[in-house]
């Protein structure tokens, strides 16, 4: 990595020392952070040979701006270097003047030490069980020393030289206080450093210091660690394993180090200030995890046991999350720790806890993440397949998506399920997706504690110092099958024959103190017998029923929000409409640009004066309706966030929310958040491309509170599908399994605009599928039964005393139909969401003359109208609006099918028969109306596309489809 870095260095170095204007203009703003590697890749590419200009110019402002690599190299080259000799190698070498008057050759041994830098993760001891090799490659590379004929063959050097002094690099920590060894002691301690139970893999990291950093963390002599309180896992699981040995329960044997590598963490963490851990983890350990990291009482595991207690929670035992604030035993000091629930699918809640995390950061005002943390754990199959993990370390430098640095901790126990890694992985270490983002990993072998917890400190100090992600790879083994019913020897038969000989790390590393004299054996016996006492009794009181509460098991309690009981505090919607000065003052935020000396494109300033116009005429449409909501929400101290790809503009051009001065780089205004001077903050931010990261992340950010509105828009409603791990696992289910209210609310641009396959649907027929209210049962109409409704079901709507996800279908052409605006009137107090909007044109007013009720949702509803007039047809159709599809106004399709007793009833869509609404909205119809009659069908045939995209079909499609709409007999036939 560091010659390949080298080269583009030469490269550069070429360039910048062209003859260049010797007045340098005195305006330019320093306003990025630059980077070696960013910075080589442009002008590699040959695209922006302005960017190196740009930073040079910045630098001559300011030497701070640019990364102090370029520092040295601009310094240098303005001193006058010819070409070549400007930078300076990132591990500064230039021992060389020195060195001459010593023994030996002084640039071996300086490459030797930066080959076991590289390369030495290779060689270290990684697998407990002596088989595998943690790189998946048994083949030793040339360059570490394993023997004499490598000294001579790769460094010149050979066994006489072994005793002769030699002046070590200026960058090295392996001399101590030393600044020169003999040379078997410089190899013996490279081997200490970074051959033995540790593999450190960092080299590839862009940043001198922070590579320096954890240099002097591995290399100064005597940095080992020992390991003081012993945690005792093992036993957990025996005792799970003897009480109740046909349940599934994903032990931890064979990675018991888990347990200390985690409380080292946490331990470290809360002494470098963190009071808050957000942690995801898989079904491997995560009981003992439990019981023995975040410290849940262990009677409350234990009954999750017994199958008569497991009613109140959906889901099984080894999903369900927690939360539990305690003290923290080592600092004294409170720490809070929470367990995100997560389903089966492995990896799904990582993007899901760094939300979480955020937004705890967010709302206490932690800005750099000094409080908050979060930890995530990884099998290792599952960390180097599920393409999310990508998505979510993706997500870790990004100014509104960073949560300031995670440990990864990966159980590598060098299986999945029956799974080979060799046939899992094309990468050597299951870790190597982190490479990415310039995480250092730090594999060790977990059968030594010791080694564990050191690199647990390390890891949690790099956190606390850098605020990057950091991953430790735990080489571990699985002692049983994938669960405890399972036959491992089956297809790894030569594996557990090793593993049948292998002894238990506890007893191992009990047997070293012992012998070491550190315990006595009957101290060591002791502390297995108190723990074992520990369980019995919390066995005891698990058998207690009244102990059995839901409330133990939420992982993101919101203090307040509900009574005691855990129901609603009221079950009345408060209004949503408006006063008109509110909503002009919304809307002259909405057109304005609110702060000076600011210069917007030409046409956003059309944009804003045609906003200016609409409000003087007291009309919204939709771009302005979202402001008056966000706006009325802020002003009201509720915080907002809007996330997803291009939101800040809108991928139609339509919103606007960030404004971007023409003339300085990165200067922007966010009109919104003038609204009001004591207002909530708005967050909205353009996302990296991706739907699984990013919709998990955001359900996250709105797991933390209830007092926010937190909202995802896909770029075009079929791009969730690449989240759909998201919607089907935490959305939809996620109450009923984990009794856990989300207000997520998803944006979702829906339309059947002849654009293709693609880009069209949002496939709203997917999301009413999933809905949970039954088509054949008429409800019973209280008063409060449009909102009793919203609370029973699984998913939607709006301001309430209570959380649901909301899906929105939202519209593309509609953005800016004419017709498609409401008026100020329809906004005012008093006025609320109307779930359906009746037809209130001629028809209405004579309703016995009525032939034909045609209820639609959507875009349509303008195609049908238009068709209608153009018929004449006004008297003789009616029009009905169904703007809330589920839960299902019942009620008020009740009234307006009885309003038109001689009517026939059609439901009309654009989607395909099999797509859209009706095989949701035909059944729930015919039960309202006690199927006294049919529900005909007036839209697109079935199709196995959501979409054609050829124009001329789509209007060929939209005629015929109107054409049965409207003709009273055609429907019939066809059905
Ligand atoms: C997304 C997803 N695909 C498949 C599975 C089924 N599955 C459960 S455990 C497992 C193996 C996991 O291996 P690893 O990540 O190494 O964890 P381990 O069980 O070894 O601790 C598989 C494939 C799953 N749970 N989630
Ligand atoms: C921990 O928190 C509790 C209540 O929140 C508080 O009473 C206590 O003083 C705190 N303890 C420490 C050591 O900060
Ligand atoms: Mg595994």
Not at 374 to 403: C, K, N, R, W
Not at 495 to 505: A, L, P, S
Not at 959 to 968: G, R
Request: with cysteine; aromatic share 8%; proline share 6%.
């Amino acid at each position: 990595e560091l010659l390949k870095v080298s080269s583009h260095w030469r490269i550069l170095e070429l360039y910048i020392l062209q003859p260049r204007p010797a007045a340098v203009p005195r305006t330019f703003q320093p306003v990025r952070c630059y980077t070696a590697p960013v910075a080589a890749e442009p002008f590699l590419n040959g695209t922006s040979s302005n960017y190196v200009e740009e930073m040079y110019y910045a630098w001559l402002e300011n030497p701070k701006s640019v990364h102090k690599s370029w520092d040295v190299f601009f310094r240098n080259a303005n001193a006058g270097a010819p070409p070549g000799m400007a930078h300076q190698r990132p591990l500064s070498l230039a021992t060389l003047p020195q060195a001459q008057s010593l023994v030996g050759a002084q640039p071996d041994v300086e490459k030797l030490v930066e080959d076991h830098l590289i390369r030495g993760h290779h060689v270290a001891q990684l697998d407990p069980l002596g088989i595998m090799d943690a790189d998946l490659d048994s083949h030793i590379p040339n360059d570490i020393i394993t023997s004499s004929d490598k000294l001579a063959g790769f460094y010149g050097l050979d066994e006489s030289d072994l005793d002769k002094v030699f002046r070590l690099p200026t960058t090295t920590f392996i001399g101590g206080t030393e600044t020169a060894l003999p040379l078997r002691e410089i190899i013996r301690r490279l081997e200490m450093s970074y051959c033995q139970h540790i593999g450190v893999e960092f080299m590839f990291i862009n940043d001198l210091d922070q590579c320096q950093w954890i240099r002097e963390k591995f290399e100064k002599p005597g940095c080992g660690c020992v390991l003081t309180s012993g945690a005792l896992p093992r036993r957990f699981e025996e005792f799970l394993q003897r009480k109740w040995s046909s349940e599934k329960r994903f032990g931890l044997e064979g990675c018991e180090s888990l347990i200390p590598a985690l409380k080292t963490i946490i331990d470290k963490s809360s002494e470098k200030g963190v009071e808050n851990v957000v942690i995801g983890m898989p079904h491997r350990g995560r009981l003992n995890v439990l019981a023995n990291v975040i410290r849940k009482e262990l009677e409350q595991i234990f009954c999750q046991f017994d199958s008569k207690l497991e009613a109140g929670s959906g889901d099984v035992k080894y999903h369900l999350g927690m939360y539990h604030r305690r003290i923290n035993r080592v600092t004294d000091r409170n720490i809070t720790l929470s367990l995100m629930a997560n389903p089966s699918h492995l990896e799904a809640v990582d993007p899901v806890v760094q939300g979480k995390t955020k937004a705890e950061q967010f709302y206490c005002g932690d800005t750099e993440g000094h409080k908050v943390m979060s930890i995530l754990m990884h099998g290792d199959a599952a960390f180097a397949g599920q393409g999310v993990v990508y998505e979510t370390f993706h997500l870790s430098d990004l100014p509104s998506y960073s949560t300031h640095g995670t440990v990864h901790v990966v159980v590598n126990n060098q299986i999945g399920f029956t799974t080979d890694p060799r046939m899992a992985r094309s990468s050597p270490y299951p870790t190597d997706v982190a490479r990415v983002v310039n995480a250092p990993i730090f594999h060790v072998n977990a059968d030594d504690p010791e080694a564990v917890v050191y690199v647990c400190n390390v890891a949690a100090e790099w956190r606390a110092t850098f605020h990057k992600d950091v991953v430790v790879d735990l080489v571990c083994y699985r002692r049983l099958g994938h669960n405890e019913m399972d036959e491992p020897m089956f297809t790894q038969p030569l594996m557990y024959k090793q593993i049948k000989k292998q002894k238990g790390v506890m007893q191992k590393y009990g047997e070293k103190l012992i012998a070491e004299g550190a315990v006595t054996r009957q101290e060591y016996e002791e502390e297995i017998a108190k723990y074992d006492k520990i369980c019995e009794e919390a066995h005891v009181r698990s058998k207690d029923e009244k102990i059995l509460h839901i409330k133990h098991w939420l992982d993101s309690p919101w203090p307040g929000f509900f009574n005691l009981d855990g129901q609603p505090k009221s079950m009345t919607c408060p209004s949503t409409g408006l006063t008109e000065e509110e909503l002009t003052h919304i809307g002259q935020v909405a057109s304005s640009v609110p702060v000076e000396d600011f210069t917007i494109h030409g046409g956003l300033s059309r944009i804003l004066k045609a906003r200016g116009e609409m409000i003087k005429n007291r009309m919204v449409d939709w771009a302005l309706g979202e402001y008056m909501a966000f706006g009325s929400l802020l002003k009201e101290g509720i915080h907002v966030r809007l996330s997803g790809q291009d939101v800040e503009r809108g991928t139609f051009s339509h919103r606007h929310h960030v404004l971007h001065d023409q003339n300085v780089d990165k200067r922007v205004c966010i009109p919104m958040n003038h609204v009001a001077p004591n207002q909530a903050p708005y967050t909205v931010c353009n996302s990296s491309l991706s739907e699984y990261g990013v919709l998990g992340f955001e359900l996250g950010f709105a797991m933390a509170s209830p007092n926010a509105l937190v909202l995802w828009e896909a770029q075009f409603g079929d791009f969730h599908n690449t989240a759909q791990c998201i919607i089907d696992q935490f959305i939809c289910p996620g109450q009923a399994k984990w009794v856990r209210q989300n207000g997520i609310v998803l944006l979702l641009p829906h339309g059947m605009e002849g654009m293709g396959p693609e880009h069209s649907s949002a496939r709203p027929e997917r999301f009413l599928q999933m809905c949970n209210d039954d088509p054949d049962v008429f409800p019973n109409i209280t008063d409060d039964f449009a909102i009793r409704q919203l609370h029973d079901c699984n998913w939607i709507v709006i301001l309430a005393p209570f959380r649901k996800p909301l899906i929105v279908f939202t519209p593309k052409s509609l953005l800016r139909h004419p017709e498609a605006r409401s008026n100020f009137d329809e906004m005012l107090p008093g006025t609320e969401f109307q779930r359906l909007i009746p037809e209130k044109g001629p028809a209405a007013n004579n309703p016995s003359g009525v032939k034909r009720v045609i209820f639609c949702t959507g875009k349509v509803y303008y195609e049908l109208t238009k068709e209608r007039s153009a018929r004449g047809m006004e008297d003789t159709v009616a029009i009905t609006r169904m703007e809330q599809l589920s839960p299902f106004p019942f009620d008020l399709v009740k009234a307006e099918s009885e309003k038109y007793p001689d009517a026939d009833l059609v439901w009309c869509q654009e989607e395909h028969k099999n797509q859209g609404y009706y095989d949701y909205v035909k059944p729930r119809i015919r039960t309202t109306i006690h199927r006294a009659k049919p529900v005909w069908y007036a839209g697109r045939p079935p199709a196995a596309a959501p979409a054609t995209g050829n124009k001329k079909a789509h209007l060929v499609e939209l005629k015929n489809f109107l054409d049965n709409a409207f003709n009273l007999d055609a429907v019939k036939d066809q059905v």
